[in-house]
């Protein structure tokens, strides 16, 4: 395992101290964000449970509560994102995130967020349209600015998670949306958190996975019958693949 400046050893020893240093960042749902360079090929069982938790570049408050990262896949891969020879000098702080519940007067914003991001607020999963502008809703904030949201169905024993957007990759923003909706979830006594993506978004099938989320269905041919509820649903997704079938996840939380 090399650094970016080329050949570069960095022992596992420093990860760990790496990660101490991180883990004194969080604080409730407020994410101090940080980020170092490291690359190579896929990581040894001897890293995982160390590298696990910094990979994605940004602390997760879903460690902190104890729900979430459980080291993914066996083998992660790591990539660099930054280009400082110095590792102590290429963590870069971040703006904190505060994730709560929207104010009144930022209706209108989820709104348009939803419209930019789904091309309607209407969201369909197992046949069930969903006004995703009228459901419980998280925001994440920096500073001033509005840079995330969650959008979510609540009933007596679980809690669909309808929608999620990060304005803002690598920052944690998503990881700390999810944490939240879970910890609410759990305060409402639901047993599992759940949510349906498409089998063309293999980013987001990774990022629920490494959060701890299992892929316990795939309902082939749903998206296909979910067009006639929404017909602008896009044929070709992300990478070129055909949208086809929707793909359930969910986390136990009891």
Known sequence: MSNACGGIEIAPALVGTIWSQLAGAVTGHVVGSVQFDIEGPYLEESWLAACSRVLDLH???VLAAGVGLHGGDERLRCAPLLTSCDLASSMTEQPSTLIRPPHPSERGWIERQLLESWGSTIVVSRGLAHDASRLPALVAVEGDELV?????????????????????????????????????????????????????????????????????????????EARRIKPTIPVIG?????????????????
């Open 59 to 61: 602390v997760e408050p």
């Open 238 to 254: 992300e990478h070129g693949i055909p949208i086809h079938d929707e793909l359930e996840f969910e986390l136990r939380l009891s």
């Open 148 to 224: 995330g949201l969650a959008t979510f169905a609540l009933n007596d024993t679980e809690c669909e998670l309808v929608t999620l957007d990060a304005l803002r990759q690598r920052r944690g923003i998503g990881s700390a949306l999810l944490a939240r909706v879970a910890e609410q979830a759990a305060e409402r006594g639901c047993r599992r958190v759940w949510l349906i993506t498409t089998n063309d978004n293999i980013d987001a099938i990774r990022f629920y996975q490494r959060r701890g989320m299992r892929l316990i269905a795939v309902h082939p041919g749903a998206v296909d």
